[in-house]
């Protein structure tokens, strides 16, 4: 790689632009990444800037530069490394009470676009579910992108009575759209609504002996979504650092007994390197929705969701807070391979349904969690993480549990 002083290189401008190592990834598509275009002045800043666009990329790996000066100018080739993204999903996971899987396909750079095709069946709580979906983040290289999905979603889910805990069969048929809006590489706005039909039949199997709870219900459902997303989380192989944060608003019509819902979320990750070995990682959820006292409340405390240890959906709320914590630590980092320990901190509290927010700062409400696992990575495969943890309760040592994965926790 050839260096200049940014007094030569501030008069330069670039003359040519190429990539190396290309394989997949078209180059109009690159080219909207890094943000670089030929007469411009050269600026090792933008440069720089280039770099880890490519980076963060999830059909690039690894990415670096080279440049060539010609007269009045100067050519800047793109060394790239890039990962697989068309992929088999065989995922699955499991805490007590819920094993689940799995099977289809994804790829995350359909047709090394930026594009994301993914179809794939997962039998959860040993129900069967289907999901399609696909992304063009950006629609003919312009500013503007959409997504749309088909789900058909089976799963069992406990709903908490007065009189006790009922667990009903649940099922979601649904079709998406959406519209996304670029505001720059790091920011987008997306907008759209999502027609679905739910129903809740009693489970064969009940935790309770008593007449609880209607037979079963069914209701179909207008969702209009309004997010905001900010992503400068940047990557380097699996080291993150940088942060990122979206604000969901949701509003649902019940077309049967015509009542508005309406729920507001906020997530935020943030993320430290340190040293050649080392991850923190933060995440920060925030919650409120309509307070309905019903046992059909949005929000639930989970293993598999934000409290490792807690168990197979224990509990739902109207409102929460969840703040998750990792320490990750690289006990092998080879070519191909690496090996990451993890120790962890996950709490959360709620507010009941139909409660007086002041619940969430009641110690009764408030769960915590430590523990640790490790994570088995292949550095050639986008995201392909393997991940085991086990959690204990700080305040009640009996409640504890494992939680296994693909892909980081958070």
């Known amino acids: ?12 401008t670039v003359q040519a632009i190429t990539y190396t190592g290309l394989k997949k990834n078209k180059q109009v598509y690159l080219d909207e990444l890094i ?10 800043e933008k440069i720089d800037n280039a770099v880890q666009n490519l980076k963060n990329s999830t059909g690039i790996g690894y990415a670096t ?15 790239i490394e890039e990962v697989a993204t068309l992929l088999p999903i065989i995922n699955f996971g499991g805490i007590k009470d819920n094993i689940w899987f799995q099977l289809g396909f994804g790829d995350t750079n359909w047709k090394g676009k930026g594009r994301t095709l993914s179809a794939y ?10 999901v399609i979906y696909f992304i063009n983040p950006r629609f003919k290289n312009s500013h503007w992108g959409f997504s749309t999905s088909l789900t058909s979603w089976a799963s069992r889910e406990p709903l908490f009575f007065r009189e006790g805990v009922v667990s009903y069969d649940y099922d979601n ?12 590489q790091r920011q987008n706005f997306e907008f759209g609504g999502n027609f679905f039909v739910e129903k809740y039949t009693k489970s064969e199997n009940q935790p309770n002996a008593a007449n609880i709870g209607p037979q079963s ?26 942060r ?4 969901t608003l949701q509003n649902v019509y019940n077309t049967d007994d015509e009542t508005l819902f309406h729920s507001l979320q906020f997530q935020g990750r943030q993320f430290y390197t340190m040293g050649e070995k080392s991850n923190l990682a933060f995440r920060l959820r925030l919650a409120i929705s309509t307070n309905v006292d019903s046992p059909f409340a949005p929000y639930v405390a989970d293993s598999h969701v934000n409290l490792r ?9 109207t409102a929460q807070v969840v703040f998750n914590a990792e320490y990750r630590y690289s006990l092998m980092d080879k070519p191909v391979w690496a090996i990451q320990s993890v120790v962890f901190a996950d709490m959360g509290t709620w507010r009941k349904p139909g409660g007086d927010l002041t619940e969430i700062f009641n110690q009764d409400m408030f769960r915590e969690f430590v523990g640790g696992g490790f994570r088995v990575i292949n550095k050639k495969v986008h995201n392909a993480v393997f991940r085991v943890d086990y959690g204990v309760d700080v305040f009640n040592r009996d409640q504890r549990g494992f939680v296994i994965g693909l892909g980081q926790y958070f």
């Open 1 to 12: 790689m050839l260096f200049y002083c940014m007094e030569v290189n501030a008069q330069l």
């Open 35 to 44: 943000d670089l275009q030929k007469g411009q002045l050269f600026e090792q």
């Open 65 to 79: 530069y080279s440049l060539d000066t010609v007269q009045n100018g100067v050519n800047i080739n793109f060394i």
């Open 121 to 130: 069946y997962q039998n959860n709580d040993k129900r069967h579910s289907g």
């Open 173 to 184: 048929n649904s079709i998406m759209l959406s519209a996304i809006r670029h505001l720059g």
């Open 217 to 242: 219900l069914t209701q179909s459902k207008l969702l209009s979504k309004f997010e905001f997303k900010s992503n400068k989380v940047d990557y380097h192989f699996f080291y993150l650092s940088g």
């Open 244 to 247: 990122s944060w979206r604000t």
């Open 309 to 317: 240890g807690v168990g197979n959906r224990v509990d739902r709320g």
